[in-house]
């Protein structure tokens, strides 16, 4: 018996949540009991700690100019401490808006326009985005995909590392969408190689907190005090505690010399970076008081996957579902079926009235692919199931 509240679900039609409107320009109704399965938030109600510190917030505070406290500063330390065993220390947090704006804000300032960034893919879109938007080039690392699991092709990886034109890597970890936590020999032997080559690590570890039973996250900057001072690390709760509209996010950069480049560049663009006053209430209640909430919620998640998994095994073989070591985005192959990617998308919208993120905006290799968000009430997970057995019943 849970503890929390994981069933209820506000339906979010009309409020800018972009993935609920985009259902209904496919004729989703708004009395449907159809979620969407796409865009990394949740559908659980908010943990009523982070509630109340907000109500608190909004009964006693002016919401005036407002810098993160030493308390806030020292929560998120805690957390780090707490959940990953990582020392990390208060001076090393700079603050950003999202993790999404701190890559991007990473790749203006350590690279040029015309050096290389380099991707393990498939991967996250917004990462493609951030190395083409601003005039670098995508130095591109297929991974290794060994059915149901993927791993980092690391004779590629350091040829390509090697180009004294490769400035950077921006390491997804836990990985989304293919889910995996990478292992410390993983992240050691990337460390060994980025130094070797000088190639500066922005490790993008906002699912860090969503291990599922049996992994362990590392943090990056963890792994040695050489790759500690050549890295810096993106995290936010924005992920674990359903939190990315208050827009808070937390970057630590233990080298003071990279730390001051990152100040300098964010001052070009906002005189005083800051984050929104409520955005800090939130983060400071969830990392002190909403661990049990979280724990509970991985626990969902791991539910739904099984769910899923074992409704594939039974009815749709052909499917591959990947292993989920970490996040709560599942990577499916529907290749398997013997359609076409975009067949397989108009049948899931159309017929389904299944809404995931499409895997080909991941990359070419994702052709065939979808990635699912777990985190909803499970009920959604055996309806949607049902619907798609009912769609594809023949093909």
Same mark, same amino acid.
């Given at each position: =018996?849970? #503890?929390?509240?994981?069933?209820?679900?506000?339906?979010?039609?009309?409020?800018?949540?972009?993935? /609920?409107d985009?259902?209904?320009?496919?004729?989703? #109704?708004?009395?449907?009991?159809?979620?969407p399965?796409?865009?990394a938030?949740?559908?659980?109600?908010?943990?009523?700690?982070?509630?109340?510190?907000?109500?608190?917030?909004?009964?006693?505070?002016?919401?005036?100019?407002?810098?993160?406290? +030493?308390?806030?500063?020292?929560?998120?330390?805690?957390w780090? #401490?707490?959940?990953?065993?990582?020392n990390?220390?208060?001076e090393?947090?700079? %603050?950003?808006h999202?993790?999404?704006?701190?890559?991007?804000?990473? @790749?203006?300032?350590y690279t040029?326009?015309?050096?290389?960034? =380099?991707?393990?893919?498939?991967?996250?879109y917004?990462?493609? +985005?951030?190395?083409?938007?601003?005039?670098?080039? !995508?130095?591109?690392?297929? =991974?290794?995909?060994?059915?149901?699991?993927?791993? &980092?092709?690391?004779?590629?990886?350091?040829?390509?590392?090697?180009?004294?034109?490769?400035?950077m890597f921006?390491l997804?970890?836990?990985?989304?969408?293919c889910?995996?936590? /990478?292992?410390?020999?993983? !992240?050691e032997?990337i460390a060994?190689? *980025? !130094?070797?080559?000088?190639?500066?690590? @922005?490790?993008?570890?906002?699912?860090?907190?969503?291990?599922m %039973?049996?992994? @362990?996250?590392?943090?990056?900057?963890s792994?040695?005090e050489?790759?500690?001072? $050549? *890295?810096?690390?993106?995290?936010?709760?924005?992920?674990?505690?359903?939190?990315?509209?208050?827009?808070?996010?937390?970057?630590?950069?233990?080298?003071?010399?990279l730390?001051?480049?990152? !100040?300098?560049?964010? #001052?070009?663009?906002?005189?005083? %970076?800051? *984050?929104? &006053?409520?955005?800090?209430?939130? *983060?400071?209640?969830?990392?002190?008081q909403c661990?049990?909430?979280? +724990?509970?919620?991985?626990?969902?998640? +791991?539910?739904?996957?099984?769910?899923?998994?074992?409704?594939?095994?039974?009815?749709? %073989?052909?499917v591959? @579902?990947?292993?989920?070591?970490?996040?709560?985005?599942?990577?499916?192959?529907?290749?398997?079926l013997?359609?076409?990617?975009r067949? &397989?998308?108009?049948? $899931?919208?159309?017929?389904a009235?299944?809404f995931?993120?499409?895997?080909?905006?991941?990359?070419?290799?994702?052709?065939?692919?979808?990635? /699912?968000?777990?985190?909803?009430?499970?009920?959604? &997970?055996?309806?949607?199931?049902?619907?798609?057995?009912?769609?594809?019943?023949g093909r």
């Amino acid at each position: =018996m849970l #503890k929390y509240d994981f069933d209820t679900v506000h339906k979010r039609h009309h409020t800018g949540a972009f993935k /609920w409107d985009e259902m209904m320009k496919y004729g989703v #109704k708004e009395d449907e009991d159809i979620i969407p399965f796409s865009v990394a938030d949740m559908e659980f109600v908010t943990a009523p700690e982070i509630i109340d510190a907000l109500k608190h917030e909004l009964d006693s505070s002016v919401m005036g100019y407002a810098n993160p406290t +030493d308390s806030y500063l020292d929560a998120v330390c805690s957390w780090q #401490k707490t959940r990953h065993n990582w020392n990390a220390q208060p001076e090393w947090i700079l %603050p950003s808006h999202g993790v999404v704006d701190a890559f991007f804000e990473a @790749v203006k300032t350590y690279t040029r326009p015309g050096e290389g960034v =380099m991707l393990t893919t498939p991967v996250y879109y917004p990462m493609y +985005d951030a190395i083409r938007l601003t005039g670098r080039v !995508l130095v591109d690392s297929p =991974m290794l995909n060994y059915g149901t699991r993927y791993g &980092i092709d690391f004779a590629d990886l350091e040829r390509k590392a090697s180009d004294p034109d490769t400035k950077m890597f921006i390491l997804c970890s836990p990985h989304n969408p293919c889910g995996r936590v /990478w292992t410390r020999a993983e !992240l050691e032997r990337i460390a060994d190689i *980025c !130094l070797k080559h000088d190639v500066l690590v @922005v490790s993008d570890e906002i699912h860090a907190d969503l291990i599922m %039973p049996g992994h @362990v996250h590392t943090v990056y900057a963890s792994l040695s005090e050489e790759a500690a001072n $050549n *890295c810096i690390v993106c995290t936010a709760p924005s992920k674990t505690f359903n939190l990315a509209g208050l827009q808070t996010s937390n970057i630590f950069i233990p080298n003071p010399e990279l730390r001051s480049k990152f !100040l300098a560049s964010l #001052k070009l663009s906002n005189t005083n %970076p800051k *984050c929104n &006053i409520l955005g800090y209430r939130a *983060c400071e209640a969830a990392y002190r008081q909403c661990g049990e909430w979280l +724990d509970e919620c991985i626990s969902v998640i +791991d539910t739904n996957r099984k769910v899923i998994a074992d409704f594939m095994a039974r009815e749709f %073989p052909a499917v591959k @579902v990947y292993d989920l070591e970490g996040t709560y985005l599942l990577w499916l192959d529907f290749n398997g079926l013997g359609l076409d990617y975009r067949e &397989i998308e108009h049948i $899931n919208h159309y017929e389904a009235r299944l809404f995931f993120d499409e895997g080909y905006v991941f990359g070419k290799q994702g052709e065939g692919f979808e990635r /699912w968000n777990l985190a909803c009430p499970t009920r959604y &997970i055996h309806e949607a199931l049902e619907r798609m057995k009912k769609a594809y019943s023949g093909r």
